[in-house]
């Protein structure tokens, strides 16, 4: 007699994607996470966002500059089209289970698997003995993050996809090791013309809050006369815009604007080298200085009125909480079920 054919767990799809509270938001942040974020929330699949408190600690935060940052970039997701009521958003450190689940998932994961990641490598370089603890095991409570609710979905930039990948790998163990299918394994999500931003002043680099120079990149907080400034300062070569954008690839600046102008525009690269193929940037800087303005003044003027209400930001991060924890309580507690960890009653 056969054994009958096990059906896979079909789990519901959700988006779940955070940034850190670092300071100082600039452009890449928009294009590459809090745009897409705004817009997945028309997808029909429930969202939420985290701003991920307990991962700015692995390197040393100054106190009052961690609130600070925590509540800029809550106000900067809200200004850029998040809406705290259709999406879930929320500081971290509010949802115990993070920090529960991620030491479970320390027991889970492999110090092989922490060893490959290439982002701790950076980051610590050749001083990683000095380096915390929490910065190594970073991707298990990054599993945590996400695993937590459930999600199948996971927007990142490219630098982040590891994370992911790691975090499938922590899923598939934790369920073969237990005989059980509770935890989904999430797809990363990597799509848009400008996931990674480049700086404008030297197109093989990302754009930072920490290059020394505030011309290398525009802040979800510059006014229009800034913002138009470092666009017609930008760095780009002599050339006119090609027709085609195969032609960019051994010009980085160039290639550069022409994906900040599609991601803000909801366009595609190539749509706009053919719109301006042939034009040089005497004629392309002004329009694309025109669609930034357009696009990203308004979030510096809803962010500028929403911090100056500390409290009401107080307000909407918790009441987040509140609902996140909603979803993560029960899955502590069917995980520690599952692992054999006796709870009290409830």
Same mark, same amino acid.
């Given at each position: 007699?056969?054994? $009958?054919?096990?059906?896979? %767990?079909?789990?519901?799809?959700? =988006?779940?994607?955070?940034?850190?509270?670092?300071?100082?938001?600039?452009?890449?942040n928009?294009?590459?996470? &809090?745009? %897409?974020?705004?817009?997945?929330?028309?997808?029909?699949?429930?969202?939420?966002?985290?701003?991920?408190?307990? @991962?700015?600690?692995?390197?040393?935060?100054?106190?009052a500059?961690?609130?600070r940052?925590?509540?800029?970039?809550?106000?900067g997701?809200?200004?850029?089209?998040?809406?705290?009521?259709?999406?879930?958003?929320?500081?971290?450190?509010q949802v115990?289970?993070? #920090?529960?689940?991620?030491?479970?998932?320390?027991?889970?994961?492999?110090l092989?698997?922490?060893?490959?990641?290439?982002?701790?490598?950076?980051?610590?370089?050749?001083?990683?003995e000095?380096?915390?603890?929490? &910065?190594?095991?970073? $991707?298990?409570?990054?599993a945590?993050?996400?695993?937590?609710? @459930?999600?199948?979905?996971?927007?990142?930039?490219?630098?982040?996809?590891?994370?992911?990948?790691?975090?499938?790998?922590?899923?598939?163990?934790?369920? @073969?090791?237990?005989?059980?299918?509770?935890?989904?394994?999430?797809?990363?999500?990597?799509?848009?013309a400008?996931?990674?931003?480049?700086s404008?002043r030297?197109?093989?680099?990302?754009?930072?809050?920490?290059?020394?120079?505030?011309?290398s %990149?525009?802040?979800l907080?510059?006014?229009?006369?800034?913002?138009?400034?470092k666009?017609?300062?930008?760095r780009?070569d002599?050339? $006119?815009?090609?027709?085609? &954008?195969?032609?960019?690839?051994?010009?980085?600046? *160039?290639?550069?604007?022409?994906?900040?102008?599609?991601?803000?525009?909801?366009?595609?690269?190539?749509? =706009?080298?053919a719109?301006?193929?042939?034009?040089?940037?005497?004629?392309?800087?002004?329009?694309?200085?025109?669609?930034? =303005? *357009?696009?990203?003044?308004?979030?510096?003027?809803?962010?500028?009125?929403?911090?100056?209400d500390? #409290?009401e930001?107080?307000?909407? &991060?918790a009441r987040?909480?509140?609902?996140?924890?909603?979803?993560a309580?029960?899955?502590?507690?069917?995980?520690?079920?599952i =692992?054999?960890?006796?709870?009290?009653? %409830?």
């Amino acid at each position: 007699m056969t054994e $009958p054919v096990q059906t896979p %767990r079909v789990f519901p799809q959700r =988006v779940f994607s955070g940034i850190q509270p670092s300071g100082n938001l600039q452009l890449g942040n928009y294009l590459g996470a &809090l745009k %897409r974020f705004a817009a997945a929330q028309d997808n029909g699949i429930e969202t939420i966002y985290c701003i991920v408190d307990m @991962h700015a600690i692995t390197v040393w935060q100054d106190p009052a500059d961690l609130t600070r940052a925590t509540r800029e970039l809550a106000a900067g997701f809200i200004a850029s089209g998040v809406d705290p009521e259709r999406s879930i958003l929320f500081n971290q450190s509010q949802v115990p289970g993070h #920090a529960q689940l991620a030491w479970i998932f320390d027991c889970v994961a492999r110090l092989g698997w922490m060893n490959r990641m290439t982002q701790f490598k950076d980051k610590a370089g050749k001083n990683a003995e000095a380096v915390s603890l929490g &910065l190594f095991a970073y $991707p298990a409570l990054m599993a945590a993050d996400i695993l937590l609710y @459930h999600a199948t979905h996971v927007p990142v930039g490219e630098d982040q996809k590891q994370h992911v990948e790691l975090t499938r790998d922590i899923a598939a163990k934790f369920n @073969h090791d237990y005989g059980t299918e509770f935890f989904p394994v999430p797809e990363p999500v990597i799509e848009g013309a400008a996931t990674r931003v480049m700086s404008l002043r030297d197109g093989s680099k990302k754009m930072s809050k920490s290059d020394p120079s505030d011309m290398s %990149r525009i802040n979800l907080t510059d006014d229009a006369d800034t913002i138009a400034s470092k666009i017609r300062k930008a760095r780009t070569d002599a050339e $006119p815009l090609p027709e085609t &954008l195969e032609a960019l690839k051994d010009r980085p600046e *160039a290639r550069n604007l022409v994906n900040i102008y599609a991601a803000l525009a909801d366009t595609t690269a190539e749509a =706009v080298v053919a719109e301006f193929a042939g034009q040089g940037f005497g004629a392309f800087k002004p329009a694309l200085a025109d669609l930034a =303005v *357009a696009q990203l003044t308004p979030i510096s003027g809803e962010m500028r009125r929403l911090t100056s209400d500390p #409290a009401e930001i107080d307000r909407i &991060l918790a009441r987040g909480a509140e609902r996140a924890n909603a979803i993560a309580a029960p899955v502590i507690d069917r995980t520690y079920d599952i =692992v054999g960890m006796i709870r009290s009653a %409830r």
